[in-house]
């Protein structure tokens, strides 16, 4: 179980909430929980207005209307509600402030121990609801691995998470309620203040109690058939339930909007525009980017195979001791009883299952509530079957126990299967989080690789650290969490100086129009919408058109920068700002692009001061790499050619890399410089093909090929123009070999 828990932690999944989180976190511990926003001037404004008022459930407009406004504004704190602050202090802590802390080495590994660890609790939990349902140890530790299994994939290093585990303990909670002592349901008072201040997850204990509530009540009618808590479970549950209701709200600092916030969010006429996200969608959506949907499917056909197969064998028995009871047979059932059918916990697992499978994101928790249900209803068929057999040969009815032969047959699948999936697992996180990382030389630790952070602009960051850039910028919205954190918080108030436009936390800070307006001019305007009405390409002048568009755009909302990531390159916003006069490139590696408007003053100095060297740099490989760049497209002059080849081999030595070949191979277009191009490309291959082995063992690797393939594939288009066909075939062929390593090297590297 804990081998299938470790493996569960170490999908994949990137992390731009986990970034948003610390730059929360480091605001709340310097400056206290509040309602300020620190990091966009277009989040939420103050309040509450009639309007939003209006936007709450209909018990929130009655308490409004009974005890007046100015007493829900102060139960009801406005501006930015942060729904999961608790987890972001935890999540700082662990990075800068525990033994733990490992920020300033910029691993992060932390975090992934609090996520092996927060799952290595939630199987104990699984495990242990399981064996108080009374299922056999074999079927519970088999059960509890598949509800890690399949909700692997959605699995991250996000406030979630603590939803994750508190879901199986409070199901865990609720059967201790059942089958050991009703008192046990008040539990869920502390859990739930946990839970509230973590996680906006909460409100799970709320829409899992009231069928707990009513199914116990209505299976008091018939004790002898169905498990229920009974009158006076059912009394302590509604107590419990109301004093949880009470506690939430007076142990939260956000007080009754932690309550109200996550209504209208969820349920208001915006909410739909908010589930646009993938991982809101349906579960049986196969094509959807998030997630692996087929461990579930795997898990939704054995539920419901399981189910059937478990009514049916429960009505068979009880067939067959009334048939026996109506001959006047004598049933000694003395040892083993008919299983009770425990109806509120099949509804709340067939709900958590429902609500995965309208929404994906729900998927772990599905698995967590299904599977010990699953692992009983096996149990009592296996016992069933036993006793039903042993009656008809010995009018008896008694489960056989477990011969001495079948339990080491399970012990010794229990040590193989350890050792099978220990060793295979062990060897392939060596290979994937231990091994060189061969698509960034630096940012390559395990919290790096299992949450694609390496693609994060760190240096874009220092670059706006180090220059003291302040006002409005436009960002790239899942990026607009890390580059709060990248940013030095003023002291007094905590606002990061460079204020974003949008960021991940899109619902619980934007208000929607501010969504669709970052959506609108991200898109690229009238031009592009035309295009795409027509099906028409988009030309050079087209591209000219979209610049001027969004150039109009960021002047009316006093934006002069611009950070965009490399996913973004080729988009029309890009590609269009690129063509602007008014906008130029000041900071560019291989995964972010930098825009300042030259129009301003600050624009201007960034600008100038990249040749005087009064523009500070992270490193001297970007310093190189967008001096390359500027002067090979605006400055005339064969000199200055030359010189910014010079700048771009100069950034490609330092990190032999896709950005800086690119540089180099684009002033090909200048004819004085091909003689040099060719001689640098052949130089690179040589040396390429002659320490490939070596490379291979050395972070970056990816990125080498990346670049010999641009250099093959630059020969082979200059041997193609000078009719050399033998020439051309064997470059071709390098760069099939190149490619299909190239492939090999990255799905070598995925979990």
């Known amino acids: 179980m804990f081998i299938f828990a470790c493996h569960a932690s170490t999908h994949m999944v990137g992390a731009g909430d986990t970034w948003v989180a610390l730059a929360c ?131 991250d290093i996000r406030p979630a998470g603590f939803s994750n585990l508190l879901v199986a303990v409070f199901l865990l909670v609720l059967v201790l309620t059942t089958y050991r002592n009703v008192l046990y349901i008040w ?66 600092p956000f007080h009754l909007t932690n309550m109200t916030h996550t209504f209208v969010i969820s349920v208001s006429k915006h909410a739909e525009m908010w589930r646009s996200v993938n991982e809101w969608h349906p579960a049986f959506e196969w094509n959807n980017p998030v997630g692996d949907e087929i461990p579930f499917l795997i898990m939704y056909i054995i539920a419901w195979t399981v189910l059937l197969a478990w009514r049916l064998t429960l009505l068979s028995t009880s067939r067959l001791i009334k048939i026996r009871l109506k001959h006047n047979q004598k049933v000694n059932s003395d040892v083993y009883q008919l299983p009770k059918i425990d109806l509120a916990l099949m509804a709340i697992a067939a709900l958590t299952i429902y609500m995965a499978i309208r929404s ?89 690789r299992m949450t694609a952070s390496h693609a994060k602009p760190f240096y874009a960051c220092q670059f706006i650290k180090d220059n003291k850039l302040e006002g409005k910028m436009f960002n790239y919205w899942t990026e607009g969490g890390f580059i709060a954190w990248g940013q030095r918080p003023d002291p007094n108030m905590g606002r990061t100086p460079l204020q974003l436009f949008m960021d991940g936390r899109a619902q619980a ?49 006093d934006v002069w920068v611009v950070l965009m990531p490399a996913g973004q390159w080729n988009t029309p916003f890009t590609r269009g700002l690129e063509r ?12 972010q692009k930098l825009f300042v408007d030259v129009r301003t003053s600050r624009g201007k100095e960034l600008l100038e001061g990249m040749f005087n060297d009064k523009t500070m740099y ?86 080498k090929i990346s670049a010999a393939v641009m250099a093959f594939d630059y020969l082979q288009r200059a041997a193609k123009r000078q009719k050399n066909q033998r020439k051309a075939i064997l470059y071709a062929a390098h760069i099939n070999n190149l490619n299909s390593e190239r492939k090999q090297v990255l799905k070598g590297k995925r979990w």
């Not at 009639?50 to 005890?67: F, L, N, R, S």
């Not at 906006?200 to 209505?218: A, D, E, K, Q, S």
């Not at 096996?378 to 079948?406: E, K």
């Not at 934007?510 to 669709?516: G, V």
């Open 618 to 703: 992270p490193d001297d490989f970007s310093r190189n790499l967008v001096k390359a760049h500027n002067m090979l497209l605006f400055v005339e002059g064969k000199d200055a050619k030359k010189k910014g080849l010079d700048f771009a081999v100069k950034a490609f030595e330092l990190n032999p890399s896709q950005a800086p070949m690119i540089e180099i191979l684009m002033a090909s277009r200048f004819a004085e410089l091909i003689p040099h191009i060719d001689k640098f490309c052949q130089d690179y291959l040589d040396d390429f093909t002659k320490n490939q082995v070596r490379y291979a063992r050395q972070d970056g690797y990816y990125n």
């Open 25 to 155: 976190g480091r605001h709340f511990l310097n400056h206290g929980v509040d309602t300020v926003e620190p990091f966009s001037a277009n989040s939420h404004k103050a309040g509450p207005t009639e309007e939003d008022i209006k936007t709450w459930p209909t018990w929130a407009q009655w308490i409004t209307d009974k005890v007046g406004i100015e007493a829900v504004k102060y139960w009801h704190p406005t501006g930015w509600i942060n729904q999961n602050w608790l987890t972001h202090v935890i999540f700082y802590w662990l990075t800068y402030e525990s033994p733990f802390a490992d920020a300033d080495t910029f691993s992060f590994n932390s975090l992934v121990y609090w996520k092996f660890s927060v799952y290595m609790l939630a199987v104990v939990c699984v495990y242990s609801t399981t064996r108080f349902l009374g299922a056999n140890p074999a079927l519970c530790s088999f059960f509890s691995c598949l509800a890690m299994f399949v909700g692997r994939s959605f699995l």
């Open 580 to 591: 602007n006069p008014n906008w130029r490139l000041v900071f560019f590696n291989n995964k």
């Open 360 to 448: 994906r994101r729900f998927i772990p928790i599905a698995a967590i509530a299904a599977c010990p249900v699953i692992a009983m209803f096996i149990d009592q068929i296996i016992r069933m079957i036993s006793a039903t057999r042993n009656f008809g040969r010995y009018n008896r009815f008694f489960v056989s126990p477990t011969s001495a032969r079948h339990n080491l047959c399970l012990t010794y699948a229990g040590i193989a299967s350890v050792l099978f999936f220990g060793t295979w697992w062990g060897l392939k996180f060596k290979r994937v989080y231990l091994d060189p990382w061969p698509t960034d030389l630096k940012l390559n630790s395990v919290f790096m």
């Open 187 to 252: 539990l869920i008072v502390p859990i739930t203040i946990f839970w509230c201040n973590v996680h906006g997850g909460y409100l799970y204990v709320f829409i899992m109690l009231f069928p707990f509530v009513v199914l116990n009540f209505l299976t008091l009618l018939s004790k002898k058939s169905f498990v229920s808590i009974g009158l006076r479970g059912i009394c302590h549950t509604i107590a419990a339930g109301f004093a949880t209701f009470l506690c939430l709200i007076i142990f939260n």
């Open 509 to 557: 800070a934007y208000e929607p129009e501010f969504f669709r307006l970052w959506n609108d001019i991200m898109s690229g305007g009238p031009t592009v919408h035309s295009s795409r009405l027509e099906k028409m390409k988009l030309k050079n002048s087209d591209y000219t058109e979209v610049g001027e568009w969004v150039d109009e755009q960021l002047k009316k909302h």
